[in-house]
């Protein structure tokens, strides 16, 4: 049956468990719940709702951006001094950091966050990603140490947009997902 999907689970209250699985596996079902659907052809389960693991990449997201932002903001003098950054750049990118981690530390915590926001924040942070090594090739004349943390940060990010497509699409990059 490639392609199709099995239910492997019980629905409270149905007599078809009781029948089909026997009353051991029936009442075990009613005890930790149904099953998830499996594909036929796989082993997970197919996500129908955005999955846990986006949830905590978004809140994983959220802190570390917002932990940069905040430092940026309160130590945008030394931080510029020892990164070789403009500390006044540093100052206005914290606060929009701070700003920009608190709608992701939002999203975090819905259920089911919305398509279409999360899609915003995939992008926001590729685009972040790329415009940090361009800065750092165009105009930047940052530090040694300057230099490695905007690569090494702007990779990070990189990795979060790629890590939240994927789980945003239930671990099927390229899968499109209606907003």
Same mark, same amino acid.
């Given at each position: 049956?490639?392609?199709?999907?099995?239910?492997?689970?019980?629905?409270?209250?149905?007599?078809?468990?009781?029948?089909?699985?026997?009353?051991?596996?029936?009442?075990?079902?009613?005890?930790?719940?149904?099953?998830?659907?499996?594909?036929?052809?796989?082993?997970?389960?197919?996500?129908?709702?955005?999955?846990?693991?986006?949830?905590?990449?978004?809140?994983?997201?959220?802190?570390?951006?917002?932990?940069?932002?905040?430092?940026?903001?309160?130590?945008?003098?030394?931080?510029?001094?020892?990164?070789?950054?403009?500390?006044?750049?540093?100052? @206005? #990118?914290?606060?929009?950091?701070?700003?920009? *981690?608190?709608? +992701?530390? %939002?999203?975090?915590? =819905?259920?089911?966050? !919305? &398509?279409?926001?999360?899609?915003?924040?995939?992008?926001?942070?590729?685009?972040?990603?790329?415009?940090?090594?361009?800065?750092?090739?165009?105009?930047?004349?940052?530090?040694?140490?300057?230099?490695?943390?905007?690569?090494?940060? @702007? #990779?990070?990010?990189?990795?979060?947009?790629? *890590?939240?497509? +994927?789980? %945003?699409?239930?671990? =099927?990059?390229?899968? !499109? &997902?209606?907003?």
């Amino acid at each position: 049956m490639r392609g199709g999907y099995i239910f492997a689970g019980a629905v409270r209250g149905s007599l078809t468990p009781d029948v089909i699985d026997g009353p051991d596996r029936a009442r075990q079902s009613r005890r930790t719940g149904p099953e998830p659907i499996v594909a036929a052809d796989r082993e997970e389960p197919i996500m129908s709702t955005p999955s846990l693991t986006l949830r905590r990449l978004l809140a994983l997201d959220a802190v570390g951006t917002g932990a940069n932002g905040l430092a940026y903001t309160a130590a945008s003098g030394p931080l510029g001094r020892f990164l070789g950054v403009d500390p006044g750049l540093l100052l @206005a #990118l914290g606060l929009g950091l701070a700003l920009y *981690a608190g709608g +992701v530390g %939002l999203l975090a915590t =819905r259920s089911r966050p !919305p &398509v279409l926001a999360v899609n915003a924040v995939v992008d926001i942070n590729a685009v972040w990603a790329a415009l940090s090594l361009v800065a750092l090739a165009a105009w930047l004349e940052p530090s040694a140490a300057g230099a490695v943390y905007i690569t090494v940060q @702007a #990779l990070v990010v990189a990795a979060f947009a790629v *890590a939240q497509y +994927v789980a %945003l699409r239930g671990g =099927r990059a390229g899968v !499109p &997902v209606r907003a």
